[in-house]
Structure formats: structure tokens, C-alpha cells
């Protein structure tokens, strides 16, 4: 075989291993980042995810000292985002949105927030709007008052004043409850829980209607246990989850599997200690043991004992 012969063999060997080299690397690069859809998507491009938080609902979420969001949700909402960025292959940061009661549905379903981690009840008629996690907390609806009012029941209440949240279940639920029970009562309705609960300290308001232990929460991080107590029977019950966008099932299990790790490995057991039976950032305790109803959700959710 001559020199040009030879010479020409080698060039096309050499550009058969080219493409054969550029064929793998594709090949690679395919199978190394998979295709996502919807909120992961869109979250693995711009490499974060849009937290929605409250700022004044404690023990779930609310700000510390230095304007932080922290609390029990967030702490649940951390866990979430470890296991939707080892699901993506990409570390990820966390966007910090403050939402209220009014907004948050909204700020959801337009895209500003992938993932709302507040104190929002997972009701079916919410469901048809969004789409949520597990349940992460049970409660239900008691009333707030000042120590010495009186006051220990909805029915104590007639022709007095009750101080509800725009955009809660209890701003609907709440005067259904006293038209039915023939309760001639007032309402009044705050933007968000610290204004409710100032309704009650400037007097404007005989009673604030919440989840009692927003309510125990609220006692707790004011310290103000001496002058305000939480009383009645449960009005309604509510299940708590994080919030996101309804229609997407890739998304959806991210979650479902941070949820199955907590309990596979008593990780929630932990944080709800942390925020219900130690004390808060003002060095009061909620004390508040795991109730019945939430101990069964959890095993439930498939939760190991420890």
C-alpha cells in the first residue's frame, strides 16, 4: 500500500472514532440529565425553587429575629428540597417568597411559588384548585381570648365580636357555623393572623376563631400566656400539607418520597419535637405531645417507630 493510500486510510479512521466518540458523548449526555416536565423543569433551569412561607404563623412559619423564614413547615419544606435536588442531579437554592392567607392560592397556580410551605388546610374543595403533600399536621378550630372575659364557648359570644383572617377556611366556615346554631354574633376580618390577634389586644374583637394551635402558637411566641388563653370545643378540623401546583405527577412524587423518608427514618418525629415540645425563639415551650389523630396519619404514611 503506498504513502497517499495508507495516508487516506488513517484520516478515515481517524474521523470513525471522531463520531463514534461524538455519538457517546451524546449518548451520555442523554442518559446523565433526564428529561423533566413542569415544575421540575422549570426549576432544574433556573436552579431554584420558589419557597412560599408566612411570616407570622407560628409554630409553622414565621420569621426569626433576623427576618428568616423558619419554623415546623419549613423545616418538613427542607427535607423536600434535598430530595428534589438529588432527583434532579443538581444542587439547588431556595427562593424565599412571603404569601398570606389571601394570596397564597393564587401565587401557586400563576407559577410565583412551586412550593407553598405554611399552615394551609388541605380541604377538598382546595383540591380541586391545587394540588398537596401529604398531611403533615391535624387540628381544628377553637376561639382566642383575654383571660378573664368569660368566654369559653361560641355560644358565650352572642351579640360580641369574632375577628376572622381573610382567605382561611374560618372566614367561611366560621358564620355558617353561628347561623346555623342562631348565633346573632359580629364579624370583623384582618389581613393576616397578627392582625387578627392585635384585634384582640386593641379590643376591637372579643375573639379571634383559628386553628388552636395557631392560636396556642401565637400565645406562645408572644409570651403571652397570662393575659390570653385558647377555649371551646373544636368548631372544625382541618388536615395541614405544603401546597403546589394541581396536574403535576412528577412533582408530586418528588414529594410523596421526601414525605416516605421522613417516615422511614422518624426524621418528622424529630422536627416536630423541635417546634411543639421545645422551646420557641421567645423561650417559650408549646409543649404540645403528638396527638392521637396525627401519631395514626403518620404510621399511616408508613412512619417507623423510635
Request: with cysteine; proline share 5%; glycine share 6%.
Amino acid at each position: 500500500m503506498g504513502h497517499a493510500a495508507l495516508f487516506t486510510k488513517l484520516l478515515a479512521l481517524i474521523a470513525a472514532l471522531v463520531v463514534s466518540g461524538a455519538a457517546a458523548a451524546q449518548s451520555r449526555a442523554a442518559t446523565s440529565v433526564a428529561p423533566f416536565t413542569g415544575t421540575l423543569q422549570a426549576i432544574f433551569e433556573r436552579g431554584a425553587i420558589r419557597v412560599g412561607h408566612r411570616e407570622n404563623s407560628p409554630p409553622f412559619a414565621f420569621l426569626d429575629a433576623r427576618g428568616r423564614p423558619i419554623g415546623y413547615s419549613m423545616d418538613i419544606c427542607e427535607v423536600v428540597i434535598e430530595e428534589i435536588s438529588q432527583h434532579l442531579h443538581k444542587s439547588i437554592r431556595a427562593e424565599y417568597v412571603p404569601v398570606t392567607p389571601a394570596n397564597r392560592f393564587d401565587m401557586v397556580k400563576d407559577g410565583a411559588v412551586d412550593l407553598e410551605c405554611g399552615s394551609t388546610t388541605a380541604s377538598a374543595e382546595r383540591r380541586a384548585l391545587v394540588d398537596f403533600s401529604p398531611t403533615m399536621f391535624v387540628t381544628g378550630t377553637k376561639l382566642l381570648v383575654r383571660r378573664g372575659s368569660g368566654i369559653r364557648s361560641l355560644s358565650d359570644l352572642q351579640g360580641k365580636t369574632v375577628v376572622l383572617t381573610n382567605g382561611t377556611i374560618h372566614a367561611e366556615s366560621i358564620p355558617k357555623i353561628a347561623q346555623r346554631q342562631k348565633l346573632a354574633l359580629r364579624f370583623e376580618f384582618a389581613a393576616d393572623h397578627d392582625q387578627s390577634f392585635q384585634a384582640v389586644v386593641a379590643g376591637r374583637a372579643d375573639a379571634f376563631a383559628n386553628d388552636d394551635v395557631q392560636l396556642h402558637g401565637m400565645i406562645a411566641a408572644r409570651d403571652a400566656a397570662p393575659d390570653y388563653r385558647v377555649v371551646g370545643d373544636f368548631l372544625t378540623y382541618a388536615d395541614y400539607a405544603l401546597m403546589f401546583r394541581r396536574g403535576d405527577p412528577e412533582f408530586a412524587e418528588v414529594v410523596r418520597q421526601a414525605f416516605d423518608r421522613m417516615a422511614a427514618s422518624g426524621e418528622i418525629r424529630a422536627i416536630y419535637r423541635k417546634w411543639f415540645q421545645r422551646p420557641l425563639p421567645s423561650g417559650v415551650s408549646l409543649d404540645l405531645p403528638m396527638s392521637p389523630h396525627l401519631e395514626h396519619v403518620f404510621r399511616q404514611q408508613g412512619l417507623a417507630a423510635d
